[in-house]
């Protein structure tokens, strides 16, 4: 990406880092104050604060619920790809407060970010861990999802002093790790993620030296944050390795993290398919080799990785891949060359076959593809309305909501291009539209002046006042 040469000069060892940050905003679910000027941390909920240093920058924080005054503890750190920062942190609260992590994330860095404005941002959070929260600022990790996860990676590689990290549903120039920083390295993909082959690439890494230091997390799903479990496990593997690294002092975290993982073992994580569960066994050898007595899962996963299912599944994987690279390409070519007629029946061939399609890795496949074709729409569509492309945005938002009819943002920027078109008819039932498919952003409508002409027509208000908040 072309960002990541951009960040090799933004950030630096931050112990001393930047100025302190004041307390500015309140928290989602309760009002949780504190003046600048008083030391006592608020301790419950997820507390906002905006920096000293640019009050235009703010970011949110979780507490662990075994937080004591006068302690340090880890951090993980945590991108949101439209920043949305309690997003992230309320998902994984339950995951911090069991391996006594702090979360904190930010409503500043999201997609579209250029490499300056991102380094200040950053630059400016590191100097919030320095200055303003309870971190050890040996175990800083920083992870996201999507675009958040490109900027968790160039954040990590930028010799910050990151300890590891978490990349969800994108992955990075393998290149660019230097073995040093970050030490532990998790990349989790989805089967149906459009962006799992850069998750598989990071397998390139895994042929240098720090192979035990690269950790690969695979599930069924499409392209979406990781579940909770999953997240859990990211802490529990950041926390051996810490414990390896005399990073961290507390060894009976250990039995906490092989009893999570005897846990997970006798449920269904991980048990659709030989090779998420090989990758599994694999990590739980990786993150705790030499410091707990897995021999069983040792075994397993020889068994595991020798045994006809799983060769079976890795044969088809890589078939399906070849495939998905023609489809995938054909589609490319029919963007702009096929009118919408031909793209609705394409599509709802394209939706039926992942409905019915009784192969797991087929259907991520064309989970896959379709994401694809989503993305690819999305980027273009942006595009082209910007730039008052009308016809052609106008066709790629007809082809939008045909590829991807359960995204709402497809059916937000269809409104957008009635309105222009001054279908005010069309416009407001698809808005209403994008309501019903979880659109919640009353605020991004009302700022959005294509719909200026709609704003004294009472079919128009009511369908805003009743997009959810």
């Given amino acids: 990406m072309k960002y990541y040469r951009l960040f090799t000069w933004i950030l630096f060892l931050f112990i001393g880092l930047l100025l302190s940050c004041s307390s500015n905003s309140t928290n989602k679910n309760q009002a949780v ?31 662990p619920k075994s937080y004591t005054e006068g302690r340090k503890y880890p951090v993980l750190l945590l991108f949101d790809p439209h920043g949305d920062a309690h997003f992230a942190i309320e998902k994984y609260k339950s995951a911090a407060d069991k391996f006594e992590y702090i979360l904190m994330s930010t409503n500043a860095i999201k997609n579209g970010l250029d490499g300056e404005t991102a380094g200040h941002v950053m630059q400016s959070l590191l100097g919030s861990l320095s200055k303003q929260l309870p971190v050890n600022l040996t175990q800083l990790y920083v992870g996201g999802f999507s675009g958040g996860a490109r900027y968790a990676a160039m954040l990590a590689m930028s010799g910050s002093g990151v300890q ?3 990349v969800a549903g994108a992955g990075f120039t393998a290149d660019n790790w230097k073995n040093l920083s970050p030490s532990v390295i998790i990349a989790v993909g989805n089967d149906g993620d459009m962006n799992l082959s850069e998750i598989l690439a990071l397998n390139d890494i895994q042929d240098k030296d720090q192979r035990s230091r690269v950790l690969i997390m695979r599930d069924k799903g499409i392209h979406e944050w990781p579940s909770l479990d999953k997240m859990q496990e990211c802490l529990a593997i950041f926390t051996a390795y810490a414990i390896r690294d005399s990073i961290e002092s ?81 589609y490319y070519t029919a963007m702009g060359t096929k009118d919408t007629l031909w793209w609705y029946t394409e599509m709802q061939k394209l939706n039926s076959s992942i409905i ?22 999305y980027m273009n569509l942006d595009k082209t309305m910007k730039a008052n492309s009308n016809q052609d945005a106008y066709y790629l938002s007809v082809l939008y909501r045909n590829i991807d009819p359960d995204n709402s943002e497809a059916w937000f920027l269809a409104a957008v291009m009635e309105a222009r078109s001054n279908n005010k008819i069309k416009a407001i039932d698809f808005l209403s539209t994008a309501g019903k498919k979880g659109f919640n952003q009353r605020a991004r409508v009302n700022q959005t002046t294509d719909f200026n002409s709609l704003l004294g027509d009472p079919l128009f208000q009511d369908a805003v006042n009743k997009l959810p908040n």
Avoid at 35 to 51: R, V, Y
Avoid at 356 to 377: D, P, T, V
């Fill in 33 to 63: 104050k504190n003046n600048a000027n008083n030391t006592a941390l608020p301790t419950s909920g997820i507390i906002d604060q905006s920096c000293l240093s640019d009050p235009n920058i703010s970011f949110s924080y979780y507490l």
């Fill in 164 to 166: 590891g990290l978490m």
């Fill in 250 to 330: 507390d060894k009976k975290k250990l039995d906490l993290i092989l009893a999570m993982y005897d846990t997970l073992d006798k449920s269904d994580y991980c048990s659709t398919s030989p090779i998420h569960k090989a990758l599994f066994y694999e990590r739980i050898v990786k993150a705790l080799a030499y410091q707990k007595d897995i021999d069983k899962y040792g075994k397993s996963y020889a068994v595991m990785i020798q045994s006809s299912s799983y060769l079976s599944e890795k044969k088809l994987e890589q078939s399906l891949v070849k495939e998905e690279s023609t489809i995938k390409n054909n």
């Fill in 356 to 377: 019915n399609e009784k192969n797991n890795f087929k259907q991520a496949q064309l989970m896959r593809i379709r994401s694809g074709l989503s993305l690819m729409c």
